[in-house]
């Protein structure tokens, strides 16, 4: 394979990194600020839900208060009707207590549904209390984890950068390396990445197949010093020789391998 291309291998994997650990500082934020809303929600709805309670329990407590004073207006009525001296102060007298009955009724059957209201809120104020422990110690863990990944994600960018810079260097001492270089941050700057691997006849960044006689060239022996390119997206292509070989390898190992010979070059 071509060394520069072998370098090629391990800067993607270090830009890669580099994208999804800047992405993850990014994001930690985010979801501090995501967790504070949904707790603010919960309180609020919390405190929504003790407000309606205990206006129910107010409202309950006038409304035993009005049956009181309409039983004790009863009981002045009917001690009225026993000084009554005419059929007309009695007929006045059962109306007013039959309108007061009347009224008492009604005053317990808004007391009911008032006691049943009082149950949905209470069934609310449970659930919202649940949230908003819930809420709160996602909030702390996210905060928790945007702290670590901030301090392990700086310093892993720091490390990565200079690992980069140091292999960049590298490559631009080869000689068609600085063409080669910027070739490949061209590519990676309009695509994502610059280079890809050629598996199953495929270019596996684009899926398009190779050409049969690129296919050849590209496994062959006799071109490991050319770096071919997919014709239809453009990417610098490679082929791993292993993957003939027994056993499996996974994209990480493929590229340490990469970088490690590199190094030893």
């Known amino acids: 394979m071509n060394q520069d291309l072998e370098h090629l291998i391990v800067l993607q994997s270090q830009d890669l990194e580099l994208k999804r650990l800047r992405q993850e500082l990014t994001d930690a934020p985010l979801r501090v600020a995501a967790a504070q809303t949904a707790r603010a929600k919960a309180e609020v709805a919390l405190a929504a839900a003790k407000t309606a309670l205990q206006k129910e329990e107010v409202l309950r407590r006038s409304q035993q208060s009005d ?31 039959k309108f007061a009955e009347g009224a008492i009724e009604k005053l317990e059957d ?97 899926q398009m197949l190779v050409r049969p006689q690129r296919w050849n060239d590209l496994t062959g022996r006799e071109h490991d010093a050319v770096i071919f390119t997919c014709e239809t997206c453009g990417r610098m292509l490679y082929w791993d020789p292993r993957r003939d070989s027994p056993g499996s390898f996974a994209a990480g190992e ?10 030893q070059k």
């Open 67 to 97: 049956v009181t004073d309409r039983h004790g207006k009863i009981a002045r009525l009917r001690k009225q009707m026993e000084t009554a001296t005419s059929a007309a102060q009695i007929t006045a007298l059962e109306h007013e207590i």
């Open 110 to 206: 808004e007391e009911l549904a008032s006691m049943e209201r009082s149950e949905k809120h209470e069934a609310e104020k449970a659930q919202f209390t649940a949230l908003l422990e819930k809420t709160t110690a996602t909030l702390e863990a996210e905060r928790a984890r945007n702290a670590n990944i901030t301090k392990e994600n700086t310093a892993a960018i720091a490390g990565i950068e200079a690992e980069r810079k140091a292999l960049r260097a590298l490559i631009v001492e080869s000689e068609t390396g600085e063409a080669v270089l910027s070739n490949y941050d061209r590519i990676s700057k309009a695509k994502g990445t610059g280079v890809s691997e050629a598996l199953d006849h495929k270019c596996s960044a684009c």
């Open 254 to 263: 493929r590229l340490e391998k990469a970088r490690l010979m590199g190094q």
